[in-house]
């Protein structure tokens, strides 16, 4: 495969290279996502020309880098050559039924450590399919200021961000009763999101992301971090219970809180990244 891209790309001057997009037209094949086969196959070609980019120096032209990644995550060897990056998208399709040891020992900390190396201000994350597991997963980062998330309600990110302004998550919105898919959500309660839990934590932004302005629309920048978390939340809270009932919701706020918000402040995981593996 190396001996292929090469021959073909050394034809080509690349040091005007500015933007790639690594991403298919289409995810599926006759209906259905991509085998793994096929996965190996767009990997082994990705893998192969940004090795072929990287010895020619282009790497660090680049501005805009969009990729598909299943859980092997190769892009992380080519992170520290991507200083200047502007915005970086992952389209995730992970092999289906992922073992315990694969999900929470490769596919998770390989995950993390891509996220905590980018110094892209944007980032975003498109959820094609993975393996649905109750796991908190952390995105460090310092340089990302704006978090775009399209994916599953179990997706169940916790962001740490320090310069983090907006987020932005897209949810299936298609089906007039069953949009919602969170974590234990009751048939009869699944037509509207929960904004706040659904993919991306809002709790987890507590003092992790002190610079925040947008959370799914709704404005928290009036909100400090700089009181107790009690207090943050009860302020938080009302502004998306108003969100709810913009959304038209019709739950009482005591009723709304119970089964579309969190109990108690979030907890974040002691290791993250290649430290769950060492832990």
């Not at 037509?191 to 992301?209: D, K, P, Q, S, T």
Request: glycine residues 4%.
């Amino acid at each position: 495969m190396d001996y292929l891209v090469f021959s073909q790309m050394s034809l080509l001057s690349l040091h005007k290279l500015r933007e790639l997009d690594l991403v298919p037209e289409s995810v599926k094949q006759e209906g259905r996502l991509l085998g793994q086969r096929i996965m190996d196959s767009y990997s082994s070609f990705d893998c192969s020309l940004l090795r072929h980019i990287s010895r020619l120096g282009s790497l660090r032209c680049l501005t805009r880098l969009d990729m598909l990644v299943d859980q092997n995550l190769y892009l992380e060897q080519f992170m520290a050559e991507l200083p200047n990056l502007l915005e970086l998208g992952l389209s995730i399709l992970t092999r289906p039924g992922l073992s315990k040891h694969v999900y929470l020992h490769e596919y998770i900390p390989r995950l993390e450590a891509v996220v905590a190396a980018t110094k892209a201000p944007v980032l975003k994350v498109t959820v094609v399919a993975e393996t649905r597991r109750q796991v908190i997963k952390v995105f460090k980062n310092n340089y990302v200021e704006k978090l775009v998330l399209t994916g599953p309600c179990t997706f169940n990110l916790f962001p740490v961000m320090v310069r983090l302004k907006e987020v932005v998550v897209n949810l299936e919105t298609s089906f007039l009763d069953n949009n919602c898919t969170y974590w234990k959500s009751r048939i009869n309660d699944r037509g509207l999101h929960r904004a706040g839990l659904c993919c991306v934590n809002i709790g987890a932004v507590y003092e992790n992301c002190p610079n925040l302005e947008r959370f799914m629309g709704v404005e928290v920048a009036m909100v400090s971090h700089k009181q107790p978390f009690n207090k943050w939340n009860v302020k938080i809270k009302k502004r998306f219970y108003d969100n709810y009932l913009q959304q038209g919701g019709t739950k009482e706020m005591k009723a709304w809180a119970k089964t579309r918000w969190f109990p108690r402040r979030p907890v974040l995981p002691t290791h993250i990244g290649y430290d769950r593996v060492l832990n």
